[in-house]
């Protein structure tokens, strides 16, 4: 728990994700899309990725991935991320976590 909230923290937008996940490319390209530049991390490409899998289910992530982090803080899955990209107050929680200018 502690090396997600630690890698959490480093960016402004950190996502955990697999390579093998379409939603978690879907994610990916929407911040992209809208201008962010996250971290990713790969869990099925680190060492520690089945840990750090437990972990985020520890914070309610279900499924584990994609897990979003905007400002440090655990923002949701991809129904979540996806809600709030809907509802138009993603783009605010970027700009709000200086991850986006405009």
Not at 12 to 29: L, R
């Amino acid at each position: 728990m502690d090396r997600i909230r630690d890698l959490a923290s480093k960016k402004a937008v950190v996502i955990f994700s697999k390579t093998s996940c379409c939603m978690c490319h879907s994610i990916k390209s929407l911040f992209y899309e809208l201008g962010a530049s996250p971290a990713i991390h790969e869990l099925d490409q680190d060492p520690n990725g089945r840990e750090m899998e437990w972990a985020l289910r520890g914070l309610g992530c279900n499924p584990s991935v994609p897990a979003v982090f905007i400002g440090g803080k655990f923002v949701g899955s991809a129904k979540d991320v996806i809600s709030l990209h809907v509802d138009g107050s993603l783009k605010q929680m970027l700009m709000d976590a200086k991850a986006i200018w405009f």
